[in-house]
């Protein structure tokens, strides 16, 4: 019974087999003022963002005395209005007739008139107007939203505010897009004039209650938000308590990311129920994928801050989307290759027992004892070994990559480091006992050749279904 609740508890991790360590996307609040007009409609956007994320851009400190002077305003300006040119604005209108719905107007070519970049004490603003050849009409539907595909920016729409149009109107509102319906039934072609009438639009949310993905979510916010203030205290004053606690946040960093569901260690218990290894290879192993897990996130860093600015989730998704893909395959591969390793042992078993093997070989066969100095295949380094090190650590932790990004941009090199080591120790801490777990049962059921073959071909089938899954999510 315990090994198919073992089975079990590793299948809902694979189901549910997606890193809780994400970039920090930063929240953008949004405000829209939209003027009727005779002939056009004009349309006034204001963006802010949080000042977490503000204190994210020191890169573009220059000098490093913690202000932004107005050159290097306009570098941030720069780099935020160079990608949103790309796409919009991020910003989707669309203007049709309610009922006829070929007339559907969706705008594409979106062209600010005007664009500022305003920092105060609660944050960034960024406010840009555009004037659109649309006349807001009866029996009309604008639609207003705010979205961003590439995952750099998180809306939520807070105010919607329509100007000059004198008569009325519905407004359906959601946290990123509205809904203006213009149905009134008074207009006689549009020469009564008729008082505005004041809509209630108030949003009531309910919040859902909080699964253990989210709260692990945010205790990682919450320990990568005190490793930021402990790096800043490091630059400033070099304590030596702060080190002692960055250390300490770093390991609990990797603790509790590893905790969280992932391929990892899903494909890690699977290969130890599979193969009859050492508690010293699982001590390795889980050490070897941890350290690339985390240093793959370094690599990553460099790349992300030298090429590509303070827009780089996007970047680090699709990174991440590539390494995935390849630690997909690597899964594959190695499925096929203990697939293939099975079948040509079971071929050997079948030519031995037709050979009629004499008795006195078998009585001569002696119980393994692992050692430290053991060179049989349960202690030795094998290539597929190397292959879950490189499967599970591949994919860089976007929360690493945060962290990284914060110690290159006060310049601590040498910090960062450190508070890499640890992370990795954290994060082998967890891959070794979930390691240790998968050694203990296959060797509770050594005495059971059924459930040893159950857990063989069952890991096997699960290391191959890996593997598909992941190629297939991405």
């Keep these: ?31 829209v003022n939209i003027d009727s007009q005779k002939e056009k409609t004009l349309f006034n956007v ?15 400190d220059l000098n490093e005395n913690n202000t932004f002077e107005q050159s290097e305003k306009l570098m941030i300006e720069d780099s935020l209005v160079s990608y949103l040119k790309e796409f919009r604005y991020l910003t989707d209108i669309e203007y049709k007739h309610q009922k006829q719905y070929t007339q559907t107007k969706y705008i594409e070519n979106i062209k600010p008139t005007a664009t500022s970049l305003k920092f105060d004490q609660e944050g960034m603003v960024f406010q840009y107007s555009f004037t ?29 505010l329509l100007l000059n149009y004198n008569h009325t109107y519905t407004l359906n509102k959601t946290l990123i897009n509205s809904n203006l319906l213009f149905n009134d039934p008074n207009i006689i072609e549009k020469k009564e004039h008729i008082e505005p009438q ?44 702060s080190y002692i606690w960055l250390l300490f946040f770093s390991f609990l960093y990797g603790i509790v990311h590893a905790i969280g569901p992932g391929h990892g260690k899903s494909l890690v218990s699977s290969y130890f129920l599979n193969q009859n290894k050492s508690y010293i290879k699982a001590l390795s192993v889980s050490s070897l994928i941890a350290i690339v897990h985390t240093f793959s996130a370094f690599l990553v860093t460099l790349v992300v801050y030298f090429a590509v600015g303070f827009i780089f989730n996007s970047a680090i998704v699709n990174i991440e989307k590539i390494a995935t893909q390849i630690s997909a395959v690597i899964i594959i591969l190695i499925a096929c290759y203990l697939i293939w390793q099975k ?20 009585s001569q066969k002696v119980t393994h004892r692992q050692t430290l100095n053991c060179g049989c295949n349960s202690c030795k380094t094998t290539s597929t070994d190397l292959g879950v090190i490189l499967a599970a650590g591949i994919i860089p932790c976007p929360g690493t990559v945060t962290i990284f990004l914060f110690t290159i941009s006060l310049q601590i090199y040498f910090i960062g480091f450190v508070s890499a080591l640890f992370m990795s120790l954290g994060m082998s801490l967890i891959i070794f ?20 073959k159950l857990l063989e071909y069952g890991s096997l089938s699960f290391i191959l279904g890996l593997g598909i899954f992941l190629l297939l999510l991405t």
């Design 1 to 31: 019974m315990k090994y198919i609740v073992f089975f079990f508890l590793i299948l809902q991790n694979y189901l549910y087999a997606c890193s809780i360590c994400t970039t920090e996307v930063p929240q953008v609040i949004v405000s």
């Design 46 to 60: 204001q963006w802010r963002f949080h000042n977490e994320f503000v204190n994210d851009l020191t890169q573009y």
């Design 132 to 160: 659109l050849p649309i006349i807001l009409k009866n029996n009309h539907k604008l639609y207003v939203g705010f979205n961003d595909e590439r995952g750099n920016f998180s809306f939520m729409l807070k105010n919607i």
């Design 198 to 241: 004041k809509i209630d639009t108030k949003v009531i949310s309910i919040e859902p209650k909080q699964t253990f993905l989210e709260i692990l979510s945010e205790e990682l916010t919450e320990i990568k938000n005190s490793l930021k203030e402990i790096l800043k205290d490091i630059k400033e004053n070099n304590g030596t308590l």
């Design 343 to 362: 079948y040509n042992q079971k071929r050997s078993s079948l030519k031995f027992t037709i050979n009629k093997t004499p008795s006195y070989i078998a």
């Design 433 to 452: 006992l979930t390691a240790i777990l998968s050694i203990k049962i296959r060797h509770s059921a050594t005495q059971n050749k059924s459930v040893i």
